[in-house]
């Protein structure tokens, strides 16, 4: 049997179009692909995005910086020795984008101003920080990324 070229160019955009379907149904029903949002509620969290702004430059401003610091018993959160214990609050968020499911806060209540979050909570692997808090009535913000 002998195919003409307009046969042949039919063939060739139904291939085409079949091969390009096979990979949109794969990957929309593929429960190994994730396609959530970093967080559920977007919109709402893009709202607010200029009051994170403010807090992570007061953080800047301020005279004195907290740290990250890696430990045997898991991770401390040193905060400056001017903050006392009863006028700090705040939470820490840990954010694992590899999986959701393994994000957690945490309430700051400090102790000799530092916050020790355990080494059994933390995975190895990429972790974002934030940490929110709120001393005499003005809000702070610290971002990091670290690898654990």
């Known amino acids: 049997m002998k195919i003409n070229w ?9 291939a085409f179009i ?3 379907m096979f990979f949109v149904i794969k990957m929309t029903t593929s429960h190994d692909a994730n396609h959530d949002l970093v967080t559920e509620e977007y919109y709402k969290a893009e709202l607010g995005y200029q009051k ?12 004195e910086q907290i740290q990250l610091k890696k430990t045997a018993d898991g991770l401390l959160v040193i905060f400056p020795k001017t903050y006392s214990n009863t006028t700090v609050s705040g939470i820490v968020s840990l954010y694992r984008p590899s999986n959701k499911h393994l994000d957690f806060d945490l309430p700051i209540s400090l102790s000799n101003s530092h916050l020790l979050i355990p ?3 933390l ?8 940490v929110t808090w709120k001393h005499l009535g003005k809000d702070f913000q610290y971002k990091e990324s670290i690898t654990f």
């Open 6 to 14: 307009g046969t042949g160019i039919v063939i060739a955009i139904i």
């Open 18 to 20: 079949s091969f390009i």
């Open 52 to 63: 994170e702004i403010d807090a992570e430059q007061n953080a800047i401003d301020s005279h």
């Open 119 to 121: 080494d059994k909570r």
């Open 123 to 130: 995975l190895d692997g990429r972790w974002d920080i934030k």
